[in-house]
Structure formats: structure tokens, C-alpha cells
């Protein structure tokens, strides 16, 4: 008797098996789909504000020092955040940090606040931004070195290419900015425009 009892035990729990599997795979499909349903809530909530980080290289004709050099490179990084408007419009502070020249030859720095706004639509991305250039000039051309500050407007515009690239809104961003201030310059104290083409990529979150 006891034979058989265990015989039936043991064939009892072999057919239990598939079945216990098989409620545990209903069970991770489930799971799984409940987690769809929680990305895609998270997906559909409308962002209310943004922020993205960018660093950038830039071909400047080095205005406070055209008498002196040509133009050069320069190289920077910028930070902005903004709240969404419309669904697509960004408006918010920026700040931009860059050195340019031929270091230390002839270089400026400028600490730059502005007021940005950017647009990005499928996939593409317009702005502009307005503001202050905080600018330190330096030069170790000559035995005696030279050391300048000065303050001008600046003014930019950007476009390029702007995409999402995770399921929580961030997303990768490559622009080209043209960038202008007015400045005055070393050798004839006469004000002049100090021009540069900005390339920039970043990431951010929101558009």
C-alpha cells in the first residue's frame, strides 16, 4: 500500500510542475506589463521644465585682439534650464563659460548669463539667446604682459538637430550656433564686433 501512495505522490507533484511554470510565466507577463504601463504613463506627462548641459568648439575671429591675431579657436561649456511652454517652447537662464586664442599668447575668457529660448519638434531644434559677455583678455606676446576686462552684449542663434533618447524625457542635442558680441578692441579703443561659429552637443532632460 505504502508503495503505491508514493507512487501517487511523486506523479502528482511531476504534473504539478508544467503548471506551476507555467503560473509563473503568466505571472512575469503580467509583471511586465504592468511595467509598460507605468513607462508609458511616465512617458505621457507633460514636462514643465528642462535643463540640459553642452560643450562646444568655436571659431572666433578673437575681436578684442584682430590687431594682433588671427583668428583662432576657442572652446567651452555651457548650462541651461528653461520651463515648457506650449509643449514645445523653452525659455529660461543659460550661462556659458569659454576661453579663447591662441593660449597663452593671446586669450579671452568670458563668463556669458543669457536669456535663452529653443524650440525642438520633431526632431529638430531652433533657438536663440541674448545676454551679458563678462570677458578677461591676456597676452604674454611681449615681454610685458597685458591684461584687459571689459563687458558687451552678446547675441546668438542655433540650429540643429535634437532627439529623445531614453524613456525619461533626456535627450542627446547637436547645434550650430553663430554668436556675436560687441566689443571694444586693444589698439584703437573702437568698438567692433567679435564674431564666432559655436558646434555643440550635449544632453539634457526635456527638450
Not at 503568466?26 to 506589463?33: R, S
Not at 597676452?139 to 552678446?154: D, G, L, V
Amino acid at each position: 500500500m505504502r508503495p503505491l501512495l508514493f507512487l501517487a505522490a511523486t506523479l502528482t507533484t511531476l504534473l504539478s510542475v508544467p503548471n506551476m511554470a507555467c503560473a509563473q510565466s503568466q505571472t512575469d507577463a503580467v509583471e511586465e506589463e504592468e511595467e509598460e504601463d507605468i513607462w508609458a504613463i511616465l512617458e505621457n506627462i507633460p514636462a514643465r521644465n528642462a535643463y540640459d548641459v553642452a560643450v562646444h568648439a568655436a571659431y572666433t575671429n578673437m575681436g578684442y585682439w584682430s590687431e594682433d591675431s588671427g583668428p583662432y579657436i576657442g572652446f567651452g561649456v555651457r548650462g541651461t534650464y528653461g520651463w515648457i511652454l506650449g509643449g514645445k517652447h523653452r525659455v529660461g537662464p543659460s550661462l556659458g563659460l569659454s576661453i579663447e586664442g591662441p593660449v597663452p599668447i593671446y586669450s579671452t575668457v568670458a563668463l556669458e548669463p543669457q536669456l535663452a529660448w529653443d524650440r525642438a519638434s520633431n526632431g529638430f531644434v531652433v533657438g536663440a539667446s541674448v545676454g551679458s559677455a563678462f570677458l578677461y583678455h591676456s597676452s604674454e606676446a611681449t615681454i610685458r604682459s597685458e591684461r584687459a576686462a571689459s563687458i558687451a552684449p552678446m547675441a546668438s542663434f542655433r540650429i540643429g538637430y535634437s532627439t529623445p533618447f531614453s524613456r525619461l524625457l533626456k535627450r542627446f542635442f547637436i547645434v550650430v550656433e553663430p554668436k556675436g558680441r560687441i566689443i571694444v578692441g586693444n589698439e584703437n579703443r573702437s568698438t567692433q564686433p567679435d564674431l564666432s561659429v559655436l558646434l555643440s552637443v550635449g544632453s539634457g532632460r526635456g527638450r
